[in-house]
């Protein structure tokens, strides 16, 4: 076996919505004697029987083995806690080659269960010894290592639940929740609403003090201490027992509580000294130690905590109980489960003191061992949720200290003997305010039941009905994506949207590019999402991208296909049909919002066919308003956009609404360009399945020009000196076929052609691009630069002369090197009346030269 390919699909794909890993699986027929096969299930089933109920007999032969690994993957990553479910196994595109799909929550962690499941499978097939229980902990261990944390995690869920998207932003607790300018960010338990001012508040406990006192809120006495016997000075002023903790502090580190002595005092100065420079003496409140969980002014949870401790049983001693325990599952040594480990360090160590025990001691059976004063869960202690007990008058007061310190989601730290009564009957009192507080206890206490505090959380950084999104229109197909995606973000601009748009000729906010290149990837589409400015994003989504690494979205509110061609990107990637080109392209259309549209070409048979799989609603377009499939779907009351006489109209049913009229679009040339006008109805439906406004739909119709500068490479028709040029980035024979159809609506004397092709398209596909070409043009300029794409120099010219072979127009043929010199040669050729199509690869720099030979006089 041989792992070829692995490919983590970070967003929806062409085999689920789910995040995934794609990997390319050679198996290799000599290695695989059919005798061996039961032999080899037996084996893997004794080394991993988690595998037994699974049938891996869904292939014959060497499938057999990818069927395993598929599923070794799967089941490791479900034993080490990550919630997956989904995996497939199919056949390659070469012989004796399979992809296998395995889901993911964490890449890495879906990485190494690939690599340790084709491991299994490689031990099994050969009879080899295989540590299965060292592989399933060091991927338990990744996955605690790296997942989210329980208080980041539950707010991330929560808004998945509230169909908010998510997105990590680091390998901590950064995380940004919904898109572009309606997205918030979460940092564990802060937002980005928390205030930095409220948070140094927070962490000088003697100032929180003080704004407690100031609104009535019950505060324990005490000071700030200097040294050790300043601490003791202070504690006989205040009257043991006294607590000893750093002013600046968090997660209970240093704190001492409940202290008689003055070896105590001096003992905890010195604990709390590690800590901080600063230190605090107050009075120490008897009763429980309660934290009240205060979000958007409301409580909304309350634990009462208690310390660590161990329990005797008259043989082992504290050290070993306290190993015992930290040996429980639940108890780990960060946040990424439900109890943290005890520690038995200075503090411990001094609480045993006070009891006269070491760790080598061997308390009695059923003896309560303390081994801290404070219960802090970060140091070991346990919670028991109380929230239905608190009294109301207790409530207020912890909002209170809330609102007054500034923060929106705050932890506040009552000792009380009992929680259902006002603190003022039984001298409880408020000691702590948190920014940043943990949500463990409150989400899965030791006892009692959990509550929604990332819901609560989520809730109150969004409104009701908000779920963080921007209108997103995704747009798909093989020919008129750039521009459909330029139109529509055109439509929304004039509606007043900042709009992030991404396509083949780059990143754009508004008119301003951000990023050049190709940027009509997942890449790119994320990077606009995570933009502040941006209100609505219209995203080019190629093949390519969806391949290489899925959708750069969860969802969209619409997608457009405009057409599937059967001459472009066929034979790479392993896609050699037209039908497999579409399964690709209608991934956008599979995740479509159930309140949203696909609006498709009924025309293009391909597309026409990806309205099934459509969970919105669809909107057909068609040029003919009784092309079948529209009519029917009209029919149906289905929404509908098409062209009647001299108008673009948009129907639903007997209802219908004239838009604009078609040759007041700059783009359709007076409504000459057939494509043109299909690009404009895709944008059209576009804009009604978004909800515009029919006049915003019309006037951005109407004001939307695709010149040399703002639409480059799309159909820029230049006059130059009497001549006409267009400009065109057409790469396939759809494309050139289209462009014939349009040039024959341009009247000319005599037509000239420039064009090359990138090799790595098939044989047939360049060669067919120039057999078009030589039906419509009296002259072809055939070039090659820098597009040959592992060919051989002069394949892609000789190609491109095969399709000129008994050519019934073209009479000259020119070879070229350089694309620049192309333009050059082919617009000095050009003589008023005649018209030149320039077939240009390198877009920016091609449409520079091409300006400034037009800005220099009149063709020849």
């Known amino acids: 076996m041989e792992l070829q390919r692995a490919r983590a699909l970070r967003g929806p794909n062409i085999w689920t919505r789910k995040t995934a890993l794609e990997v390319t699986l050679a198996v290799h027929d000599a290695e695989l004697p059919a005798a061996q096969f039961a032999v080899f299930e037996e084996r893997l089933c004794a080394i991993f029987p988690a595998l037994a109920p699974f049938h891996m007999g869904a292939y014959e032969g060497a499938g057999t083995l990818a069927r395993a690994v598929e599923r070794a993957a799967l089941a490791l990553q479900m034993e080490a806690g990550c919630a997956v479910s989904f995996s497939r196994t199919a056949l390659g595109g070469e012989p004796g080659t399979f992809k296998v799909v395995v889901e993911y929550g964490e890449e890495e962690v879906g990485r190494q269960a690939l690599d340790a499941a084709f491991a299994l499978v490689a031990a099994a097939l050969g009879g080899l010894p295989f540590d299965m229980l060292a592989a399933r902990t060091r991927l338990r261990m990744l996955d605690e290592q790296i997942r989210l944390g329980p208080s980041t995690g539950s707010i991330v869920n929560a808004a998945k639940e509230a169909g908010i998207p998510t997105r990590r932003l680091n390998d901590g607790s950064l995380v940004q929740l919904g898109w572009g300018a309606r997205q918030r960010r979460i940092l564990a338990a802060e937002t980005d609403g928390t205030s930095a001012i409220a948070e140094s508040i927070a962490q000088d406990k003697e100032l929180t003090k003080s704004l407690m006192r100031s609104v009535g809120v019950p505060v324990p006495k005490g000071r700030a201490v200097t040294d050790a016997e300043d601490a003791w000075a202070a504690a006989e002023d205040i009257g043991v027992p006294v607590v000893v903790k750093p002013r600046y502090g968090n997660q209970g580190r240093g704190v001492a509580v409940n202290l008689h002595t003055r070896e105590q005092v001096m003992n905890a100065f010195a604990a709390a000294k590690e800590e901080g420079s600063s230190i605090i003496v107050e009075r120490f409140a008897p009763g429980g130690d309660h934290r009240l969980l205060v979000i958007g002014g409301r409580l909304v949870a309350a634990a009462r905590r208690e310390a660590p401790k161990v329990v005797g049983d008259g043989d082992r001693t504290i050290e070993a109980l306290v190993a015992r325990e930290n040996a429980n599952p639940e108890r780990g040594e960060d946040h990424a489960t439900s109890l943290s480990k005890i520690r038995l360090d200075a503090i411990a160590l001094a609480v045993l003191k006070e009891q006269g025990l070491t760790p080598a001691s061997v308390p009695a059976k059923g003896a309560v061992v303390a081994l801290r004063r404070n219960a802090n869960l970060s140091t070991g202690g346990s919670a028991t949720d109380v929230t239905s007990e608190v009294h109301p008058e207790v409530a207020e007061r912890a909002i209170d200290a809330a609102r007054v310190v500034g923060l929106d989601i705050c932890g506040v730290d009552v000792v009380c003997s009992d929680i259902s009564r006002p603190l003022e009957e039984q001298r409880g009192c408020l000691v702590e305010v948190n920014a940043a507080p943990g949500l463990r206890m409150h989400l899965e206490p030791s006892r009692g039941r959990g509550r929604p505090v990332g819901e609560a959380i ?48 780059g990143l754009y906010v508004d008119d301003r590019r951000i990023d050049t290149g190709d940027c009509s990837g997942p890449k790119s589409a994320r990077a606009l999402l995570v933009n502040p400015q941006v209100e609505a994003a219209v995203l080019e989504t190629a093949r390519g991208g969806i391949l290489r690494e899925g959708l750069g979205f969860d969802r969209c509110d619409v997608a457009i296909i405009t057409n599937v061609g059967s001459g472009d990107h066929l034979g790479m990637n392993g896609i050699s049909t037209a039908e497999q080109l579409a399964a690709v392209k209608r991934v956008i259309v599979e995740n479509v919002a159930a309140t949203g549209y696909g609006v498709l070409n009924a025309a293009d048979p391909l597309t026409a066919d990806m309205a099934d799989r459509c969970p919105g609603s669809v909107i057909f377009f068609a040029r003919d308003k009784e092309q079948p499939v529209l009519a029917a779907h009209r029919a149906r009351g289905g929404r509908v956009v098409f062209v009647d006489g001299d108008s673009l109209v948009a129907a639903a049913g007997s209802r219908e609404q004239r838009v604009v ?10 409504g000459r360009i057939p494509f043109q006008v299909e690009n404009a109805m895709a944008a059209l439906a576009a804009g009604w399945g978004l909800g515009l406004s029919w006049e915003t739909i019309g006037r951005g119709l109407m004001t939307f020009v695709n010149d040399l500068h703002r639409v480059p490479g799309r159909f820029n028709v230049i006059d130059y000196g009497g001549a006409t040029v267009v400009v065109d980035y057409g790469h396939n024979p759809d494309a050139i076929q289209a462009l014939v159809q349009a040039i024959e609506h341009l009247p000319a004397k005599r037509r000239v052609v420039m064009i090359s092709a990138a090799g790595d398209r098939r044989d047939v596909d360049i060669s067919k691009q120039t057999e078009i070409l030589g039906t419509a043009f009296d002259e072809v300029v055939l070039y090659e630069d820098k597009c040959n794409r592992g060919r051989e120099d002069g394949a892609v010219l000789g190609l491109l002369r095969r399709g000129l072979e008994g050519a019934r127009r073209t009479t000259k043929i020119t070879e070229l090197r350089g694309e620049f010199l192309a333009i050059e040669t082919c617009l000095s050729k050009v003589r008023p009346g005649d018209l030149a199509l320039l077939l240009i690869d390198q877009i920016d720099l091609s449409v520079a030269m091409i300006d400034r030979i037009v800005s220099r006089g009149e063709a020849a």
Not at 661 to 670: D, F, M, Q, R, S
């Open 458 to 505: 989520v809730r109150a950084m969004f409104p009701a009905l908000d779920n963080g999104r921007v209108p997103l229109v995704a747009v798909g197909g093989t020919n008129g994506k750039t521009t459909t995606v330029r139109l529509v973000a055109h439509l929304l601009r004039t509606h007043g949207h900042t709009v992030g748009m991404s396509c083949t000729d």
């Open 661 to 670: 009229k078609t040759a007041a679009v700059p783009l359709t040339c007076g």
